[in-house]
């Protein structure tokens, strides 16, 4: 099995900072590309950023130049570092992964539980 955690979300005031990471863990053999959904209230989920196994990123429009994705492989984690945050930002933020698991040979897509993500004054 595997198991996405995240963490790092909660309340911050426009203009601030929030740092989001995601832990994998488990049986795992290699992790493909990481991703960080969001879903605010009433919306569809939507894709916010994407890194690949060598390092490559995407982001969606609305964030670049604000959100930055990187990830540490030694560790199996990804972070989503979010400067400039406005209250259009607020959702509930998902981690996923594409990770092949040890003794596997195909990968198999990830959720984590997701972090809550306010920005209010």
């Known amino acids: 099995q595997v198991q996405l955690v995240e963490s790092g979300g909660g309340l911050v005031q426009p203009g601030g900072s929030l740092r989001l990471s995601c832990a994998a863990s488990?049986?795992?053999?290699?992790?493909?590309?990481m991703r960080w959904y969001r879903q605010a209230p009433g919306k569809q989920r939507e894709l916010v950023a994407v890194?690949?196994?060598?390092?490559?990123?995407n982001y969606a429009d609305s964030v670049k130049g604000r959100f930055t994705i990187s990830r540490d492989n030694a560790k199996n984690t990804v972070y989503l570092q979010m400067n400039s945050l406005e209250p259009e930002d607020t959702a509930v933020y998902y981690c996923?992964?594409?990770?092949?698991?040890?003794?596997?040979?195909?990968?198999?897509?990830?959720w984590g539980q997701g972090t809550r993500v306010t920005v209010s004054s």
């Open positions: 488990g049986s795992i053999f290699s992790i493909n590309a």
């Open positions: 890194i690949g196994s060598g390092g490559s990123t």
């Open positions: 996923n992964a594409d990770v092949t698991m040890v003794g596997r040979y195909v990968s198999n897509n990830y």
